[in-house]
């Protein structure tokens, strides 16, 4: 059974089949793309911790950072696995 946090797991982002809205959008966007919407959330998370959500926004913040560092990571992969095939 699959944990729920507000954080992590948000319940509201889960769909039919065990997918998660997160996963949807990467999917979507592509590695560089969701790159940016990470960026982009991180930042209103930090933005806003003061006047909407506290220390939970702060640590939704952190999560994307984490996601920043995972995608960039695959990024580097991905273009390393290029660079051989050629």
């Known amino acids: ?13 889960q769909n039919p089949g065990g997918v998660e809205t997160i ?15 990470c960026w982009g959330n991180a930042i209103k998370y930090i933005c806003r911790w003061k006047k ?6 702060l640590n939704k913040a952190v ?4 996601r ?3 995608t960039e990571a695959a990024i580097v992969k991905q273009k390393q696995e290029r ?4």
């Open 1 to 13: 059974m699959q944990e729920y946090d507000n954080v992590n797991h948000p319940e509201h982002y």
């Open 63 to 66: 999560w994307y950072i984490q």
């Open 23 to 37: 996963d949807m959008i990467e999917n979507v966007l592509g590695l560089e793309g969701f790159l940016a919407y």
């Open 83 to 86: 660079g051989a095939e050629h």
């Open 52 to 57: 909407k959500g506290g220390v939970e926004s």
């Open 68 to 70: 920043i560092e995972k």
